[in-house]
Nanobody
Framework: QVHMVESGGGLVQAGGSLRLSCVYS????????MAWHRQVPGKQRELVAG???????NYVDSVKGRFTISRDNAKNTVYLQMNSLKPEDTAVYYC?????????????WGQGTQVTVAS
């Protein structure tokens, strides 16, 4: 299994920036995809940004051009750089890992970190 710990959340003014970090450990070799999701109370969790393979990325339309997901293999860390933040970006952000064990996929989640954007 994979264990993940997020950090970097907090309060920021609209237009500001934050960088979220997700440090992972465990069966690192089994990971075939990582992502950041976010969730607002009363709404479903949504994919924000994902990274697969050697660095293929995808983003939800609402954050394209503002957010960047990256991975530092040497530090076992996935980052989410968030620029030009908007109040609607306020949510709990979760790190996600998809792992494959003998052809069976498993999902792992971090504890989440709160991001609050004030107008």
């Amino acid at each position: 299994q994979v264990h993940m710990v997020e950090s970097g959340g907090g309060l920021v003014q609209a237009g500001g920036s934050l960088r979220l970090s997700c440090v992972y450990s465990g069966s690192i070799a089994s990971i075939n995809a990582m992502a950041w999701h976010r969730q607002v109370p009363g709404k479903q969790r949504e994919l924000v940004a994902g990274i697969i393979g050697e660095g293929i990325t995808n983003y939800v339309d609402s954050v394209k051009g503002r957010f960047t997901i990256s991975r530092d293999n040497a530090k076992n860390t996935v980052y989410l750089q968030m620029n030009s933040l908007k109040p609607e970006d306020t949510a709990v952000y979760y790190c996600y890992a998809r792992c494959n064990y003998w052809g069976i996929e498993r999902d792992y989640w971090g504890q989440g970190t709160q991001v609050t954007v004030a107008s």
